[in-house]
């Protein structure tokens, strides 16, 4: 027995490190009708990712509860729909009721306090909204109401220098080092620097020094990251030699696809800009990043741009979406005559500024 005895302590030990703990949502909320639903949706990777569901059973008390692999930032939904099913049903929509509200969630026990469900709002926090309990939404409150509505690299980097094994930091991180060609080679190297780990989100911080690496390599200043890619004609190329024919210039470069309405309608602005500047200082070449052949060529001839046009083959599609980590088109970069990416324009307004103060 005294070998038996410390070998199942040890495994109940084991056990007990290893069994992940659930989160809880409670609340008593004024004016919470029985039988409104609440559910948690993932805010991160796909939103319609069902976390948590549950069902008031009696007026103001609701309790919600399950588990996350990981602090994750989902939105806290309540909606009537189950007790006016019949209204719905024929097509009357006047008394549905839905809320959204955004909670960073984690496994640890919660609780809603606010005097009113008229009170309940769409943002983290308010001056009548609290989630009490839950350490990491306090801090998103916080980076909320540091970095504004509109949050700078600078921002950023002063909140996540603040708090850098935060969970939050490391979110706000993987963001901004979203859209390559964004930031500097120093700044990045100043995140990686900063964070140097995150023990409540190893798998957050594993998806930063991923994402830091490949930043590194889509820095304002660095070559152009190689695409394969198809010609018109069906000839193969990569986008470095084609961005190493037009040395000596600037070239924007287009991202688009047919289905992209918002591409498509800055399609006019580009053309002007083509027709402003002379070719010895100024070029365009579009990339598209249709998937049949038939949709991209009738949307070249119906736009009739003057330039040289490619498409991405599906290779050249995966390494656009992963290394230069965008989430789609339009998509634009501004290269400079020596090759190297000077920039990458948020959209064609923005394209047409940077081209005044360069070339004017």
Same mark, same amino acid.
């Given at each position: 027995?005294?070998?038996t005895?410390?070998l199942?302590i040890l495994l109940?030990?084991?056990?007990s490190c290893?069994? /992940?703990?659930a989160?809880?949502i409670r609340?008593t909320?004024?004016?919470?009708?029985a039988?409104?639903e609440?559910?948690?949706?993932s805010?991160?990777?796909q939103?319609?990712?069902?976390?948590a569901?549950?069902t008031v059973?009696?007026d103001g008390?609701?309790?919600?509860t399950?588990?996350?692999d990981h602090?994750?930032?989902c939105?806290?939904?309540t909606?009537?729909? #189950?007790m006016?099913?019949?209204e719905?049903t024929?097509?009357?929509?006047e008394?549905?009721?839905?809320?959204?509200?955004p909670v960073?969630l984690?496994n640890?026990?919660m609780e809603?306090?606010v005097p009113s469900?008229?009170?309940?709002?769409?943002?983290p926090?308010s001056?009548?909204?609290?989630?009490?309990g839950?350490?990491v939404?306090?801090?998103?409150?916080?980076?909320l109401?540091?970095?504004g509505d509109r949050?700078?690299?600078n921002?950023?980097?002063?909140f996540?220098?603040?708090?850098?094994?935060s969970?939050?930091?490391?979110y706000?991180?993987?963001?901004?080092?979203?859209?390559?060609?964004n930031?500097?080679?120093?700044y990045?190297q100043?995140?990686e /620097?900063?964070i $140097?780990?995150c023990?409540?989100? $190893?798998?957050?911080?594993s998806?930063?020094?991923?994402r830091a /690496?490949? #930043?590194?390599k889509?820095?304002v200043?660095?070559?152009?990251?190689?695409?394969?890619?198809?010609?018109?004609?069906g000839?193969?190329?990569q986008?470095?030699?084609?961005?190493? /024919?037009? @040395?000596?210039?600037?070239l924007?470069i287009?991202f688009? #696809?047919?289905?992209c309405?918002?591409?498509?309608?800055?399609?006019?602005?580009?053309?002007?800009y083509y027709?402003?500047?002379?070719?010895e200082?100024?070029e365009?070449?579009?990339?598209s990043?249709?998937e049949?052949?038939?949709?991209?060529r009738? #949307?070249?001839e @119906?736009?009739d741009m003057p330039w040289?046009?490619?498409?991405l083959t599906p290779?050249?599609? @995966?390494?656009f979406?992963e290394?230069?980590q965008?989430i789609?088109?339009?998509?634009y970069?501004l290269?400079?005559p020596?090759?190297?990416?000077?920039a990458?324009p948020g959209?064609?307004?923005?394209?047409g500024?940077?081209?005044?103060?360069i070339?004017?």
């Amino acid at each position: 027995m005294r070998k038996t005895f410390p070998l199942l302590i040890l495994l109940a030990c084991c056990v007990s490190c290893t069994t /992940q703990q659930a989160f809880t949502i409670r609340g008593t909320i004024p004016g919470l009708p029985a039988g409104v639903e609440i559910g948690l949706l993932s805010a991160e990777g796909q939103p319609s990712d069902e976390i948590a569901t549950a069902t008031v059973t009696k007026d103001g008390e609701f309790f919600i509860t399950g588990q996350i692999d990981h602090p994750t930032l989902c939105t806290l939904t309540t909606n009537n729909l #189950a007790m006016i099913n019949d209204e719905v049903t024929a097509g009357n929509y006047e008394h549905v009721r839905w809320t959204y509200t955004p909670v960073f969630l984690d496994n640890v026990d919660m609780e809603i306090q606010v005097p009113s469900y008229d009170l309940v709002p769409d943002a983290p926090q308010s001056k009548d909204f609290h989630i009490v309990g839950n350490d990491v939404h306090d801090e998103y409150c916080e980076y909320l109401s540091q970095v504004g509505d509109r949050p700078t690299s600078n921002k950023v980097l002063e909140f996540i220098e603040q708090h850098p094994t935060s969970v939050v930091s490391l979110y706000a991180a993987n963001k901004i080092l979203t859209n390559g060609y964004n930031l500097s080679f120093d700044y990045i190297q100043r995140l990686e /620097q900063v964070i $140097t780990g995150c023990p409540k989100d $190893t798998a957050r911080y594993s998806e930063f020094l991923r994402r830091a /690496q490949l #930043a590194e390599k889509t820095a304002v200043g660095s070559t152009i990251v190689d695409l394969d890619m198809l010609m018109p004609d069906g000839t193969r190329c990569q986008l470095a030699d084609i961005v190493a /024919q037009h @040395k000596g210039k600037y070239l924007l470069i287009d991202f688009w #696809a047919s289905w992209c309405g918002i591409c498509r309608a800055g399609t006019p602005r580009i053309k002007e800009y083509y027709a402003q500047y002379p070719r010895e200082q100024f070029e365009v070449i579009s990339v598209s990043s249709d998937e049949k052949d038939d949709l991209w060529r009738a #949307a070249m001839e @119906k736009d009739d741009m003057p330039w040289a046009q490619y498409c991405l083959t599906p290779q050249g599609m @995966k390494d656009f979406y992963e290394k230069y980590q965008t989430i789609g088109v339009p998509y634009y970069l501004l290269v400079a005559p020596d090759g190297t990416v000077l920039a990458n324009p948020g959209g064609v307004e923005n394209v047409g500024e940077m081209l005044e103060n360069i070339l004017n």
